[in-house]
């Protein structure tokens, strides 16, 4: 006797004629139109890149013109423009200045997050809410104030702060965004490994350093590319606290450059290449890696 279909099987053969008689069918066009909107934002935001890129090797004529590819390629306007712009002084400060803001924000949001998730003390819920809701607060309100504090603090300290390290790096060691990504992560973690590393004689710090760290790879490397990059790119708060060429950073030895040779187009984007050269490197170097610690991080049942 032949099988009888069941009503599954009717639908599938019912289908799959279907999709024969109706070849456009099986193209999904839903797929091609994201894809679609995709390729149109990627050709947005990388064509005023590419076209900084192909200036900074044309003549000053080309790059005024439109000219879309150099016809020669002129290498020499790096060199020209990072010494008409001192970028090596720059340089050197940007890397000082945002290993040390790396490192302060480091330790202290670690501290933080982990007192947050972890600890309990009078007042934590509250403490937390008030940190949180500083974030709506734009970062241009804040800036008079802040002067004044690291001002007050120059006067008072054994150190000036005022055109110096510690009013470029100790203000942003403190970054509530942080704060509370680690400390939503940190709280992520099941009690009984706490329990477990407790019953052993661990404290806080051991269980911090033995414990959460190893497991918190994937927003610690988050907080590093987010933070190398805001503070690679600060430019308002240098122009504030600093008086001397001594702690300039790039961004604003690149502003000093525009403002000085505002009609060297080429040299102008030379420039930008270069100071965006360390982000683009930090991008690739840990691409894989985040993705990795995402990976690793990873709790199972």
Not at 41 to 50: H, K, N, Q, T, V
Not at 95 to 108: H, K, N, P, Q, S
Request: aromatic share 12%.
């Amino acid at each position: 006797m032949a099988e009888m279909s069941t009503p599954r099987q009717e639908v599938t053969h019912r289908a799959e004629s279907q999709i024969r008689s109706n070849p456009l069918s099986r193209i999904p066009f839903g797929k091609i139109g994201i894809y679609m909107v995709l390729l149109i934002g990627a050709f947005i935001s990388l064509a005023p890149f590419a076209w900084m890129l192909l200036a900074s090797f044309m003549s000053l004529g080309e790059a005024q013109g439109s000219t879309l590819i150099p016809s020669v390629w002129h290498w020499q306007n790096y060199i020209e423009a990072w010494n008409q712009a001192q970028f090596s002084s720059y340089m050197v400060n940007s890397i000082l200045i945002t290993v040390i803001t790396l490192a302060g924000e480091l330790f202290v949001c670690i501290l933080a997050a982990y007192a947050f998730a972890r600890i309990e003390f009078p007042g934590r819920n509250l403490i937390f809410v008030l940190l949180l809701s500083s974030m709506m607060i734009p970062a241009m309100v804040t800036m008079i104030p802040n002067l004044l504090t690291v001002t007050w603090l120059g006067r008072i300290g054994p150190i000036a702060w005022i055109d110096n390290w510690p009013a470029l790096t100790i203000p942003f060691m403190g970054s509530v965004f942080s704060i509370f990504l680690l400390r939503q992560f940190f709280a992520q973690i099941p009690d009984e490994l706490f329990d477990a590393a407790r019953i052993d004689g661990a404290g806080h710090l051991r269980i911090l350093r033995e414990l959460v760290l190893p497991l918190s790879s994937a927003p610690i490397m988050v907080i590093i590319v987010l933070s190398f990059i805001t503070s690679w790119n600060s430019l308002a708060w240098p122009l504030l606290v600093t008086n001397s060429p001594d702690w300039l950073p790039i961004s604003v030895g690149l502003y000093n450059f525009v403002q000085d040779e505002g009609s060297k187009i080429h040299l102008i984007m030379a420039g930008s290449v270069i100071t965006i050269v360390p982000i683009l490197v930090i991008y690739f170097l840990t691409q894989r890696q985040f993705t990795e610690s995402i990976a690793r991080s990873g709790i199972r049942g």
